[in-house]
């Protein structure tokens, strides 16, 4: 049930909505607690004015331009881990945000939950022992929306609707 290279080397498009519904495993000693992914945003390489590809490969976003599947983890406000994983074939430099897993929202709270730090940059979803994704065939609804807090890249980037969220089953009619 863990998902393979193939799904995330494709388009960051594609990748993103099929997120939604799958679960994310994360090994402690504690267990194996299982998150279904509820929220995510997509950046779409070097022409994505909001992505962090857009200045090119640095030594912060180098993963990014790696090949699907690898987590793309960074520290923002001196405080918080965001936890992205790459999609793509190599060098395309995309990559998804979770932003809601379960009854978590926000992802500087997700990346606390699940003991996200450095040490997960470049960490392998196909064969990581410590995290990785699961299908279990649930393909729910979702709507899409613009991504949050980007308005520094403008138009057209701020108002791409490649923010994907889950529609809870209780609000489907």
């Keep these: 049930m863990r998902l393979d290279r193939s799904f995330y080397e494709r388009d960051v498009l594609i990748v993103a909505p099929e997120l939604i519904g799958k679960r994310m495993i994360r090994n402690t000693p504690a267990g194996n607690p299982s998150y279904l992914i509820t ?4 950046y779409r390489g070097t022409e994505d004015e909001a992505s962090h590809a857009r200045f090119g490969k640095t ?8 090949t699907g599947g690898l987590l793309y ?3 923002i406000y001196g405080m918080y881990w965001m936890l992205n994983i790459v999609t793509g074939k190599r060098g395309q430099a995309q990559a998804v945000l979770i ?9 500087g709270r997700i ?11 470049g960490e392998d979803l196909v064969s990581s022992e ?21 308005n520094y890249a403008g138009e057209p980037w701020k108002s791409q609707p490649w923010r994907y969220i889950m529609v809870p089953p209780s609000q489907i009619s």
């Design 39 to 42: 929220e995510v945003e997509a």
């Design 59 to 66: 030594s912060r976003n180098a993963v990014m331009f790696d």
């Design 73 to 75: 983890v960074y520290l």
């Design 99 to 107: 932003r809601g897993v379960s009854d978590i929202s926000g992802p």
């Design 111 to 121: 990346a606390r939950t699940l003991g996200i730090d450095r040490s997960f940059y």
């Design 130 to 150: 410590r995290i990785w994704i699961e299908d279990h065939s649930n393909i729910p609804e979702y709507v899409q929306q613009p991504r949050i807090g980007i």
